[in-house]
């Protein structure tokens, strides 16, 4: 948490209670801007940062409509307390429907103000659609970046990686999941083999078979990359971590770290087996070209059932051209080095 004062703007045409209303706010620790020009009230907004509003809508010029609409431009939505005399108050309580915290009757009362204050300022702040949407776009900057780091040691060229996450989004949303989760799984999945980076370039990028003792260590990647992600408070890191855990997992229980089963496999890691084994299949090795479509399919659908949940096999029956358009756009350019047998 920031620690600042909370900084509060009151809006008001009488100076009097302006005067009286600053010197709450500052005896309770706040720092306190007023105006008693709704023209001011906007310039004040967009060039300072406040937590707190207090308009009064008994002013001419400052409807509350507007002035709510004015808050959610700003990059950091303040609070807003909204005033009016009882006379009023339906338009107040109007101001409430309309996305005001709450309202104050006026004549204006010391402890009135301060507790209808600090209830505002405790409620968790909306994140405005600008702000939402920056938050969204660092959040995949650093995703591909951390993936670009790592750098291509294995199969996983970014193409993949990218393929994988737009796959499986298409399935969340295919599977009927909220616009959400099934934007963050675009990432999530992204970073499904990022345990690899702790695994021996002379296994990684073995071009023949690998040793049991190769492959054990291999398998260790999950795990790895689980650790890696763990403890997130974000729900995306949340879901990459189940993801990177269990997407070797099989619908029969004979996938890996823990061989679970069915359902107790995270449906996030379940649409990414699907997605993942679909596109390593069509994509080249060293040793081979890729398979045809047909070749893919043959070897997808017997595993309906037992590596891969069959309900959300179909969605991905359902979805082939989706995934076939996503594979024209995006495709690979490198040299492929992982053997394929043990995908399946
Ligand atoms: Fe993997
Ligand atoms: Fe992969």
């Not at 709510?68 to 309580?93: D, G, H, K, M, Y």
């Not at 080249?284 to 017997?302: C, G, K, N, T, W």
């Not at 590596?307 to 979805?319: A, E, G, K, Q």
Request: proline fraction near 4%; aromatic fraction near 6%; include cysteine.
């Amino acid at each position: 948490m920031e620690d600042r004062t909370a900084k509060v703007l009151v809006v008001c045409q009488e100076p009097e209670a302006l005067e009286e209303l600053s010197g709450w706010f500052a005896s309770e620790g706040y720092s306190c801007v007023t105006t008693t020009r709704s023209d001011d009230a906007d310039k004040l907004l967009r060039s300072d940062r406040f937590d707190l509003v207090l308009g009064d809508l008994d002013m001419p010029g400052l409807p509350a409509a507007d002035l709510l609409a004015l808050v959610q431009t700003l990059p950091s939505i303040p609070a807003v307390l909204t005033a009016t005399t009882l006379e009023n108050r339906e338009t107040a309580a109007m101001s409430v429907e309309a996305g005001a915290d709450s309202y104050i009757l006026k004549p204006f009362m010391r402890k009135d103000v301060l507790i209808h204050a600090a209830a505002a300022l405790k409620r968790p702040r909306q994140v405005s659609a600008a702000e939402d949407q920056a938050a969204r776009e660092r959040e995949e900057e650093i995703v591909f970046r951390l993936l670009a780091a790592i750098g291509r040691r294995s199969d996983e060229t970014e193409e993949h990686v990218r393929r994988v996450g737009l796959y499986a989004s298409v399935l969340a949303d295919g599977l009927g999941w909220a616009a959400e989760p099934t934007r963050e799984i675009r990432l999530a999945a992204a970073l499904h083999d990022i345990g690899e980076v702790a695994i021996p370039d002379s296994i990684l990028v073995k071009a023949g078979r690998l040793s049991p003792e190769e492959y054990a260590l291999m398998k260790k990647h999950t795990e790895i990359g689980a650790n890696a992600l763990d403890g997130s408070e974000l729900s995306v890191l949340r879901m990459a971590r189940d993801i990177a855990l269990a997407h070797h997992e099989k619908w029969d229980g004979t996938g890996y770290p823990k061989g679970i089963v069915g359902e107790d496999i995270p449906e996030c890691a379940r649409i990414v087996a699907i997605a993942d084994v679909y596109d390593a299949l069509l994509s080249e090795r060293v040793y081979r070209l890729p398979l045809s479509e047909d070749e893919a399919f043959a070897i997808m659908v017997a595993n309906k059932g037992k590596y891969f949940d069959p309900r959300i096999f179909d969605c991905f029956l359902r979805l082939l051209p989706e995934f076939r358009m996503i594979r024209g756009l995006m495709q690979d350019d490198d040299d492929l080095s992982i053997d394929f047998s043990e995908l399946l």
